[in-house]
């Protein structure tokens, strides 16, 4: 059953329903709550303190190795305790809206495991229930931010950038009255990523600009937890993507030095990533190199995690330094590959 859910494709055509869904979702109603405390069947703070000790644990882990090795684990954790959770009646209401954004974190993080080892349906199911238990849990603002960032960004990863704009536009809309900065930055950078990808270079810059500036008036405390890791470094990640799509080579490296800088070692996954990015604008510099000695480093970064987009990316650079496939620093780079990352050699 797990297998026949995996393979189910990314589906952009049901995206519009349910961001209008959400959009026009009324309040959430009243939950019932323990009429008794102390009984085994309840849920209390201690009980979500213990979750949320989890999810971030299991957070750190994917940032660190990839979904490969956690995913499971977590998958194990969602359909264990989270559900014995969910069954059973919260001690106040503040309690149960609570349990449903935790919950929600965890069905995100679920999403983002899937998209990570390859199954784009699978995350595409995730994160529609993340979205509804927004809705449940009446937490209007991390609804818009799944819809925007989450649900947003595998549109475009799946090659679908007006379904992706259209999802940060609903979720601006839905929001506006209750945004931060910080999300307001992190819904406007992901509108430029769909602009570079469609190549509307001026309404992407216009909207890199809005991002920064709203970035800069964002203070910490002022923000929820979730979106507290979109800083000025990770910013810098998504300006270097929307460059790369612009065919802006120079620029690109100039933010992705920003963003692999401020980059913790502990994010593994994210340094491949950049790194593989950084080897492809070389490429695309004419750098070659340079290039091959980046995309070293990021074949050495992947190979210590177990995300499949690390590999794709890892296969791209490969495709990106195919023009030069005679210089004798490519051909070594593509032996390298083959020795220490044969999963993405081509």
């Not at 065919?247 to 800088?261: F, I, N, W, Y």
């Not at 070293?296 to 890892?314: G, M, N, Y």
């Not at 496939?325 to 590959?337: H, I, K, L, T």
Request: with cysteine; glycine share 6%; hydrophobic share 40%.
């Amino acid at each position: 059953m797990a297998d026949m859910v995996v393979r189910v494709p990314f589906q952009p055509g049901v995206l519009d329903r349910a961001a209008q869904d959400w959009l026009n979702a009324s309040a959430a109603p009243r939950l019932s709550v323990a009429g008794r405390l102390g009984s085994p069947d309840q849920v209390d703070e201690e009980d979500l303190h213990s979750a949320e000790t989890a999810l971030g644990m299991f957070r750190q882990l994917d940032h660190t190795h990839g979904a490969g090795r956690v995913h499971a684990q977590v998958q194990r954790y969602v359909e264990g305790e989270l559900n014995r959770l969910l069954a059973n009646t919260p001690t106040s209401e503040a309690v149960g809206r609570h349990l449903y954004a935790l919950a929600a974190g965890f069905f995100e993080l679920c999403g983002y495991q899937a998209v990570d080892t390859g199954a784009h349906g699978l995350a595409q199911r995730r994160y529609l229930r993340a979205l509804r238990l927004t809705e449940a849990a009446d937490n209007r603002l991390y609804g818009s931010y799944l819809l925007a960032v989450n649900i947003g960004h595998l549109a475009l990863h799946c090659g679908h950038p007006e379904p992706a704009r259209r999802m940060v536009l609903t979720a601006m809309k839905g929001s506006e009255t209750q945004t931060t900065p910080a999300v307001a930055a992190a819904l406007h950078a992901v509108v430029a990523r769909t602009d570079a990808r469609l190549g509307r270079e001026g309404e992407c810059l216009t909207h890199l600009d809005i991002a920064e500036k709203q970035l800069a008036r964002s203070k910490p405390e002022g923000e929820p937890a979730w979106i507290r890791y979109f800083d000025v470094a990770y910013l810098a990640d998504e300006i270097a993507h929307c460059f790369h799509d612009l065919g802006r080579p120079q620029h690109t490296q100039r933010h992705l030095g920003d963003a692999l800088t401020a980059l913790s070692p502990t994010h593994v996954r994210r340094l491949a990533i950049d790194t593989a990015l950084l080897a492809s604008s070389l490429a695309a510099a004419g750098r070659i190199d340079e290039a091959c000695a980046t995309a070293r480093e990021a074949v050495d970064h992947a190979a210590r995690t177990t995300s499949h987009r690390c590999l794709q990316r890892i296969v791209e650079v490969q495709a990106d330094l195919e023009p030069y496939r005679c210089e004798p620093e490519v051909r070594e780079f593509g032996e390298y590959v083959r020795h220490r990352l044969p999963l993405a050699a081509v």
